[in-house]
């Protein structure tokens, strides 16, 4: 029974809100122990599934080129073209972006896109712009609850998006998973079976962003606060 108690460790290191690797890395740990193994063997055991399973490569984000455009008023520019734009909004800007990266990422380029280097430097400033020609409020929390919103478009957009191409790492993932325990799947039927999901996924969250443009923003005045 000792060899489960990386499950009580996974369960706990969750619930508490640790670090999710260093609580699989400690699962993996505590069970090889418990088995009898040896700590070097069980970390041996732990990279070979991981590296079996992942088919990921690494990409590294160019941030040096990022933070030289934000020194020289990347942000800024961002803001001055949305204000520009008339009928832009807070939802309809984050359903746009919505769409882009869904649409990007279901044909495999998902490095088009990012929290790094689209989400911070244009997306965000973006948004806020576009609550400020508003009227909105433009106190922190309204700042803070706008990037979050904007953030959540990307992430949504991707995690959903990239399910569709056939060669992404998250079908290769599940592939690999139910490989190892016996179940043979094609990639192109995970990819058809994410199809409705990512659908669903925009539809639902697309209300939700769409939703920013008729509900108070961190006590921003309304219609009927003004009558």
Known sequence: MFILSGIAIVVLGFFLRANPLLVVAAAALATGFAAGLHPLAALAVFGHAFNESRYVSLIFLPLPVIGLLELYGLQERARMVIGRM???????????????????????????????????????????AAAERGQVAADEASRARIRAFAASADNVGAFFGEDIFVAVSSILLIKGFLQQSGVIVQPLELSLWAIPTAVLAFVIHGARLLSLDRRRVAGAPTADDES
């Open 86 to 128: 008339r009928g832009a909004t807070v939802g309809r800007l984050l359903v746009a972006y919505l769409l882009f990266r869904q649409i990007f990422a279901s044909v495999g380029l998902t490095a088009v896109g990012g929290q790094a280097q689209m989400v911070r430097p244009l997306i965000a400033p973006m948004a806020e």
